[in-house]
């Protein structure tokens, strides 16, 4: 049996978000509104999310029309778990030539290795520029990666998904991006269960399908085209079967062509793709949630085998479903978490 640690040695992740000039109030947001709720078995909160900027506290710009006080200096980067750097749209030299400036050098110089970085948007601009993203992959704004991989030609640019987790660094793309992202690492951290519930008392989807692909501007369709999405619930309602990809197109009188056109269109990848998902995220679940054997687990997630669903979970997770039970079969309670399928009654 795993024991808790005491209260006297019980200590919460610290999460320390970059507040710089010309920041995004939205995107500043976004790591107190996830990080702030999930709590342990014992109800003690698992993080603590300070803000800081790389001046001595006060006010810092935003995009609006207001400033918002920033309490910690840049010695608060030096007692982080994680670092968040949101996007601004006064990143000057940062942003024109890749180079940072000396008071935000001396700022991230404060940053201990071994430190886990994340970026939201063109916060990625600021990793790279201090170096941390060479030779890595990473990803920005759909609309800002042309122009993020000609200044940085090291580092190898997805301009097609939400984020990149690389281990020690995670990047985002634009704006909403950031919760998919904070989510994620929350999933990562603590599991499926405490992630949805985040979720459903943010009000935002667990997870989204596919990647930024589906955001970028396109000519609007014909509003009499039907969507895919009548197929999608009905999958969704029967992972454990079978399920070919013209029973899907029957479900919305397509031929298999045109609905896998569709399907990419409107979701970001290909019905295999995002099945796959599903049946990864229903394994994730149960494996946390219950005592079915893996076996089980595999057939009611749709995999069939034990052998297919660890060859899943090994290629998106990294991990034996044995080994993710383990790591997260005890954290399932933290947080209060709410089942798939079920309604969360606070979203405030």
Known sequence: MTREPSDSAFRPHRVVVLALDGLLPFELGIPHRIFGHPKDARRR???EVV???IRPPGP???DADFAVHVPHGPEALAT???VIVPASYELGPVYEEGVLTGELAAALARIRPGTRLASICTGVYVLAAAGYLDGRPATTHWADAARFQRLFPKIKVDADVLFIDDGDVLTSAGVAAG?????HILRRDHGTAVANYVARRTVVPPHRDGGQAQYIH???PDPQQASTTTARAWALGRLHEPIQLRDMAEQESMSVRTFTRRFR???GISPGQWLTQ???ERARYLLESTELSVDQVARDAGFGTAQSMRQHLQAALGVTPTAYRRTFRARGSAGGGVAPGATATSSH
Do not use: F, G, K, W
């Open 45 to 47: 909160p698992l993080y």
């Open 51 to 53: 803000t800081c900027s």
């Open 60 to 62: 810092v710009e935003t």
């Open 80 to 82: 982080a778990d994680t």
């Open 179 to 183: 919760i998919d992202l904070c989510l």
């Open 218 to 220: 396109r000519p609007v």
């Open 265 to 267: 269109e409107e979701v």
């Open 278 to 280: 599903q049946r990864v």
